[in-house]
């Protein structure tokens, strides 16, 4: 009965790869996020999906790219792996309006 | 844009009362968030409280809202060692018609014996 999990749970690849983090919720929200989580724990809003749809997008590299086949998936895809991508990346989601965010247990992505 | 600060660590005695504190830049924020991280996990929403409100208890939770200065801050009464993690403070910004949440730098933490 998980609400929002995600997959896989830690990621270490080479640089100059490409790799998905995929996100699942199960809560009926219609609003999903990917935030990104530095080493000092600052936690960064990359991209916001209602219904599918794009609704925010912070200055993220293009090698980023969200998709969202369905209002209760958002994944998130990295092209061109660099070391500063290193990060643990979160997927939240909330009821469209409604600032409560519920989040998911993050996924510890290491470039080396 | 909104800003939101927090001092970074906090050390109590277990039993004792824990106050983290937390400012924010934007005055129409309609939601302020508590959310608590422990080790290896995501955040965990602990309460809110909503702008027109100045105190919110829940249990050993105590949140309290000065608008005019932006001052936010929980109060965690009979602190215990499972209190131990990183809270961070978050408040609402409107952006384009959506909300998005920004964070505050979290605050770490400590409880001892």
């Known amino acids: 009965d998980t609400a929002v999990s995600q997959t896989p749970k830690y990621l270490v690849t080479q640089m100059g790869n490409d790799k998905s983090i995929k996100c699942e919720q199960n809560?009926?929200?219609?609003?999903m996020y990917w935030y990104k989580q530095d080493s000092k724990k600052f936690l960064k809003i990359m991209f916001s999906?209602?219904?599918?749809?794009?609704?925010i997008n912070e200055t993220v590299p293009n090698r980023f790219s969200p998709k969202s086949p369905d209002k209760a998936h958002l994944n998130l895809h990295i092209n061109s792996l660099e070391l500063g991508d290193s990060a643990v990346y979160f997927c939240?989601?909330?009821?469209?309006?409604?600032?409560?965010?519920?989040f998911g247990p993050g996924t510890r992505l290491t470039v080396t | 844009g909104e800003d939101v600060e927090q001092s970074l660590f906090l050390s109590v005695r277990e039993g004792d009362s824990s106050v983290i504190n937390c400012t924010y830049t934007?005055?129409?924020?309609?939601?302020l968030y508590w959310y608590k991280q422990e080790p290896g996990a995501g955040l965990q929403l602990l309460t809110y409280?909503?702008?027109?409100?100045d105190m919110k208890q829940d249990q050993r939770l105590t949140v309290l809202l000065n608008k005019k200065d932006k001052h936010l801050s929980l109060r965690i009464a009979d602190t215990q060692t499972g209190d131990s993690a990183i809270y961070f403070c978050?408040?609402?910004?409107?952006?384009?018609?959506?909300?998005?949440?920004?964070f505050g730098a979290g605050t770490r933490l400590a409880v001892h014996p």
């Open positions: 939240a989601s909330s009821q469209t309006g409604v600032g409560e965010q519920y």
């Open positions: 809560l009926g929200h219609d609003t």
């Open positions: 999906y209602n219904n599918k749809e794009l609704i």
């Open positions: 934007d005055s129409s924020s309609t939601y």
């Open positions: 409280i909503f702008s027109n409100m």
């Open positions: 978050a408040a609402i910004l409107s952006s384009g018609g959506y909300n998005k949440l920004i």
